[in-house]
């Protein structure tokens, strides 16, 4: 596989990632190589791992995995354990593990005195095609998601589809999401392959979700417009992913599960308000209940996650602006949508 030129550093996969790394080594005179994983990827990634590395790691350091482990408390960990170490500014930190470690880890290297270099790489589906490209880092604050980070580049992100092998398959569904998102705001025909095509062989469409993720990235690094079609489905995907793991009694989501329920949900939304076909939108419902089995939302469950959108509402002047779709492929930013259309798009869910 080719490897993929992002904004200020590459993508690399397989063989071409273990030479890029090794090289990157080589010519970067690092005062100290630490390593950041959770339990799992310590158990399942790190021994691969350090049969690629050639260089010694100066520490590894461990955090609990988990969204309810992405906050600051855990950074704080992270930068003691840097400082503790004798981190200092040509200290570089490696990020092995999903989206969860990847957004925190990037957050703690580019604050850690004042940012030192990062690498990433992503061992979950969903950090593969999106969570480690694109340089957002961050935590959550409480239940609301990402609300402290910045966007900074890692030196690479480095792909490894072998890491795929040990990850639980309800975690590849969650990534399988994403990318069919990628087809949706960007390529029908990709849309198309992917929804045919079967999940547990993934790993083959990795690259492509890459190259669109990063073709909208690199025109457009800081969101200011373009960027905001990577977040179809995930206004309203959001407030249901942060319901849902504010209320311990309802099931957790997974993001990518989460964002599925707000695909079909704007996918609605669209087809009211800027022409996406009914034909188009079932077609959409269907593949994603066709990997996600279907939320029982109550009354009470969507009266409380409305509020959690018009928490965000409150905070943007009184606009929702929704990514929503012309068609299969073809994204349009900045809509505002009535709210009344948010109780239709809860029963079009539903039935
Ligand atoms: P995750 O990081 O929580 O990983 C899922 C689980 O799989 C964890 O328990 C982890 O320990 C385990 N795991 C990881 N790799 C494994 C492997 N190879 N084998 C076995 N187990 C493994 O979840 P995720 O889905 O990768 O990431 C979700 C996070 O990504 C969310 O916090 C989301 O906000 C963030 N995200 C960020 C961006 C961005 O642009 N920065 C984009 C999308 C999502
Ligand atoms: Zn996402």
Same mark, same amino acid.
């Given at each position: 596989? @080719?490897?993929?030129?992002?904004?200020?550093?590459?993508?690399?996969?397989?063989?071409?990632?273990?030479?890029?790394?090794?090289?990157?080594?080589?010519? %970067?005179?690092?005062?100290?190589?630490? +390593?950041?994983?959770?339990?799992?990827?310590?158990?399942?990634?790190?021994?691969?791992?350090?049969?690629?590395?050639?260089?010694?790691?100066?520490?590894?350091? =461990?955090?609990?995995?988990? #969204?309810?482990?992405?906050?600051?408390?855990?950074?704080?960990?992270?930068?003691?354990?840097?400082?503790?170490?004798?981190?200092? /500014?040509?200290?570089?930190?490696?990020?092995?593990?999903?989206? +969860?470690?990847?957004?925190?880890?990037?957050?703690?290297?580019?604050?850690?005195?004042? *940012?030192?270099?990062?690498? %990433?790489?992503?061992?979950?589906?969903?950090?593969?095609?999106?969570?480690?490209? *694109?340089?957002?880092?961050?935590?959550?604050?409480?239940?609301?998601?990402?609300?402290?980070?910045?966007?900074?580049?890692?030196?690479?992100?480095?792909?490894?589809? =072998?890491?795929?092998?040990?990850?639980?398959?309800?975690?590849?569904?969650?990534?399988?999401? @994403?990318? !069919?998102?990628?087809?949706?705001?960007?390529?029908?025909?990709?849309?198309?392959? !992917?929804?045919?095509?079967?999940?547990?062989?993934?790993?083959?469409?990795?690259?492509?979700?890459?190259?669109?993720?990063?073709?909208?990235?690199?025109?457009?690094?800081?969101?200011?417009?373009? /960027?905001?079609?990577?977040?179809?489905?995930?206004?309203?995907?959001?407030?249901? #992913? &942060?319901?849902?793991?504010?209320?311990?009694?309802?099931?957790?989501?997974?993001?990518? =599960?989460?964002?599925?329920?707000?695909?079909?949900?704007? *996918?609605?939304?669209?087809?009211?308000?800027?022409?996406? &076909?009914?034909?188009?939108?079932?077609?959409?419902?269907?593949?994603?209940?066709?990997?996600?089995?279907?939320?029982?939302?109550?009354?009470?469950?969507?009266?409380?996650?409305?509020?959690?959108?018009?928490?965000?509402?409150?905070?943007?002047?009184?606009?929702?602006?929704?990514?929503?779709?012309?068609?299969?492929?073809?994204?349009?930013?900045?809509?505002?949508?009535?709210?009344?259309?948010?109780?239709?798009?809860?029963?079009?869910?539903?039935?």
């Amino acid at each position: 596989m @080719e490897s993929v030129k992002a904004q200020s550093y590459d993508v690399h996969i397989d063989e071409l990632a273990q030479a890029a790394l090794n090289q990157h080594i080589a010519k %970067n005179d690092y005062s100290k190589i630490f +390593v950041l994983v959770d339990t799992n990827t310590k158990k399942y990634c790190l021994p691969a791992f350090e049969k690629k590395f050639e260089e010694s790691i100066d520490s590894i350091f =461990e955090i609990e995995p988990g #969204e309810e482990n992405k906050h600051i408390q855990t950074c704080l960990q992270v930068w003691e354990q840097l400082s503790n170490f004798d981190g200092d /500014r040509k200290s570089l930190l490696i990020n092995l593990g999903g989206g +969860v470690l990847t957004d925190l880890g990037g957050f703690v290297a580019s604050t850690f005195k004042r *940012g030192i270099d990062f690498i %990433n790489i992503p061992t979950t589906l969903l950090s593969m095609v999106d969570a480690s490209i *694109g340089g957002k880092t961050g935590v959550d604050l409480g239940s609301l998601k990402n609300q402290i980070g910045v966007i900074n580049q890692p030196q690479m992100v480095l792909i490894f589809p =072998e890491f795929l092998k040990t990850l639980d398959p309800r975690q590849i569904k969650s990534g399988y999401a @994403e990318m !069919l998102k990628h087809g949706l705001i960007k390529d029908r025909e990709y849309w198309d392959d !992917l929804r045919h095509g079967n999940i547990f062989e993934a790993a083959s469409s990795i690259q492509k979700s890459i190259a669109i993720k990063n073709d909208v990235v690199l025109q457009d690094p800081t969101e200011k417009g373009l /960027r905001k079609i990577l977040n179809f489905g995930h206004t309203l995907g959001h407030a249901i #992913e &942060s319901y849902c793991l504010e209320n311990y009694d309802k099931k957790t989501l997974l993001h990518g =599960e989460a964002i599925a329920i707000g695909m079909i949900m704007e *996918g609605f939304l669209s087809h009211k308000l800027t022409g996406l &076909s009914k034909l188009c939108l079932n077609e959409i419902k269907e593949t994603f209940l066709q990997y996600f089995e279907k939320v029982d939302f109550d009354d009470n469950d969507m009266d409380a996650i409305l509020k959690l959108l018009k928490y965000d509402k409150k905070n943007s002047h009184g606009n929702i602006n929704f990514v929503l779709l012309q068609s299969i492929g073809v994204a349009v930013t900045d809509i505002k949508v009535p709210e009344d259309l948010f109780v239709e798009a809860f029963s079009y869910y539903k039935e």
